[in-house]
């Protein structure tokens, strides 16, 4: 049987709202209705992400990555089967070492787009520089594409 419940609480924008469509009527506004389990997955996330954080640091912020990780996966299932095939591709792309043809740029690691607009919502300090994708790689393989280690 599915789940039919309605959301009882008032949306606590809907003055901002109002005075957006009275001061601008030609502004669309566009009402979207959720999945309570998504609307449910992102509350546990922002829960999880309790706090102000700004980069991963932390032991427990890396494990806030991968709760964004298994958020991912989960909701965008097809998408994380096509990033699995396309970093077989990359590595296989990339030699051994992970060298471009011009063996000026070492491809360590990659992460997928949304994925990262995901990471970048909740660590919105977060640069994905050498130290980063290093450790990154460490805790997480699946995103490695060079076969060296640091």
């Known amino acids: 049987m599915r789940n039919t ?5 008032v949306d606590p924008f809907i003055v ?12 669309p506004l566009v009402w979207r209705q959720f999945k ?4 449910d997955a992102v509350d546990r996330l922002v829960e999880l ?13 890396w494990e806030v ?11 965008w299932p097809m998408e994380y089967q096509e990033f699995k095939k396309e970093i077989k591709n990359i590595r ?4 051994k070492e992970g060298y471009s043809e011009s063996r000026e740029i070492l491809y360590v690691g990659t992460l997928p787009a ?3 607009r995901i990471v970048k919502a ?24 060079t076969k060296e280690g640091n």
């Open 5 to 9: 419940k309605k959301i009882e609480t």
């Open 16 to 27: 901002q709202y109002a005075y957006e469509k009275e001061t601008r009527p030609e502004t």
């Open 36 to 39: 309570r389990e998504d609307v």
């Open 49 to 61: 992400a309790h706090g102000h954080r700004e980069e991963i640091v932390t032991q427990s912020d």
């Open 65 to 75: 990555f991968g709760s964004l990780f298994n958020f991912w996966a989960s909701k």
């Open 92 to 95: 296989q792309s990339r030699k």
């Open 114 to 116: 949304r994925l990262m």
């Open 122 to 145: 909740i660590f919105p300090r977060q640069q994905f520089n050498k130290k980063f994708v290093w450790k990154m790689i460490k805790k997480f393989p699946l995103f490695k594409v």
